[in-house]
């Protein structure tokens, strides 16, 4: 990450090693806006300073929306994700969505001084080039009545988890959600080091000091997922029964 001033703006620009602008600050001359709530401040602020962000004015037309949970054909976008106010500054956030379906970590977020309303820096986690191709509505249909036997056996714990799930449900899904997930090989989870959980247990064991976090024993992923591609997955959050590991973990998966 480095850092600049653009002096025709008076403010601060982070960019990463792509050149993408990753956040303003705001140091010398916050901006100050007369919109009655912080969301407003936010959407004017966007507005103004789209071009260092490098947002389009087509992007910035439903912030007040949330996330979808179906495929649509709408392009990129951002949309309302949250405010949180802590020690007089609140952060309104907006999800960066496509297909009208939120891309994983991926948005903006702006801080507010709440007296008076002035904005003192954003930061930007959007993807700069997103495409993606809308899966059918029967894939939709198949992957969201997705059960805990099935997630079990693309996990590859299906064989020992079969026989002990009616008995004390050692693999329960809490969540389905449509998302856009762009693969890149670094950030999966399931080549780190670790304990592989090939068996899932109900009893509950002291973890080592010296432990690293466990892993599941996953299927190769398949040559046609590309590295950098975005792709509509079915993000599941589950618990799973983990033998020295406290008993019981929350996992996600990327379907």
């Given at each position: 990450?480095?850092?600049?001033?653009?002096t025709a703006r008076n403010v601060y620009l982070?960019?990463?090693?792509?050149?993408?602008?990753r956040g303003l600050l705001h140091f010398n001359?916050?901006?100050?806006?007369?919109?009655?709530?912080?969301?407003?401040?936010?959407?004017?602020?966007?507005?103004?300073?789209?071009?260092?962000?490098?947002?389009?004015?087509?992007?910035?037309?439903?912030?007040?929306?949330?996330?979808?949970?179906?495929?649509?054909?709408?392009?990129?976008?951002?949309?309302?994700?949250?405010?949180?106010?802590?020690?007089?500054?609140?952060?309104?956030?907006?999800?960066?969505?496509?297909?009208?379906?939120?891309?994983?970590?991926?948005?903006?977020?702006?801080?507010?001084?709440?007296?008076?309303?002035?904005?003192?820096s954003s930061q930007s986690s959007r993807h700069?080039?997103?495409?993606?191709?809308?899966?059918?509505?029967?894939?939709?249909?198949?992957?969201?009545?997705?059960?805990?036997?099935?997630?079990?056996?693309?996990?590859?714990?299906?064989?020992?988890?079969?026989?002990?799930?009616?008995?004390?449900?050692?693999?329960?899904?809490?969540?389905?959600?449509?998302?856009?997930?762009?693969?890149?090989?670094?950030?999966?989870?399931?080549?780190?080091?670790?304990?592989?959980?090939?068996?899932?247990?109900?009893?509950?064991?002291?973890?080592?000091?010296?432990?690293?976090?466990?892993?599941?024993?996953?299927?190769?992923?398949?040559?046609?997922?590309?590295?950098?591609?975005?792709?509509?997955?079915?993000?599941?959050?589950?618990?799973?029964?983990?033998?020295?590991?406290?008993?019981?973990?929350?996992?996600?998966?990327?379907?």
């Amino acid at each position: 990450m480095s850092q600049e001033l653009n002096t025709a703006r008076n403010v601060y620009l982070d960019t990463d090693e792509q050149g993408v602008v990753r956040g303003l600050l705001h140091f010398n001359e916050p901006f100050v806006s007369a919109a009655a709530t912080p969301q407003l401040v936010a959407a004017e602020y966007l507005d103004n300073f789209s071009d260092l962000l490098g947002l389009e004015a087509e992007q910035l037309t439903r912030l007040g929306l949330s996330p979808g949970t179906q495929v649509t054909k709408d392009g990129v976008e951002y949309r309302f994700l949250l405010d949180k106010r802590l020690d007089g500054v609140e952060t309104v956030a907006y999800q960066q969505t496509a297909l009208s379906l939120p891309i994983w970590q991926a948005g903006l977020a702006v801080q507010i001084q709440t007296d008076p309303l002035r904005v003192l820096s954003s930061q930007s986690s959007r993807h700069p080039q997103v495409s993606v191709d809308p899966p059918s509505a029967a894939a939709v249909k198949r992957a969201e009545a997705i059960d805990e036997e099935e997630l079990a056996a693309r996990l590859g714990i299906g064989d020992h988890l079969a026989a002990k799930s009616a008995r004390n449900k050692a693999l329960t899904i809490q969540r389905r959600q449509l998302v856009i997930y762009r693969y890149e090989e670094k950030n999966i989870f399931r080549d780190q080091p670790g304990e592989i959980i090939e068996q899932p247990e109900v009893a509950v064991l002291d973890r080592r000091a010296d432990q690293s976090l466990p892993v599941l024993p996953l299927r190769p992923i398949p040559d046609t997922i590309k590295e950098g591609q975005h792709y509509v997955c079915l993000k599941v959050d589950f618990g799973l029964n983990s033998p020295t590991f406290g008993g019981r973990l929350n996992w996600v998966a990327m379907l």
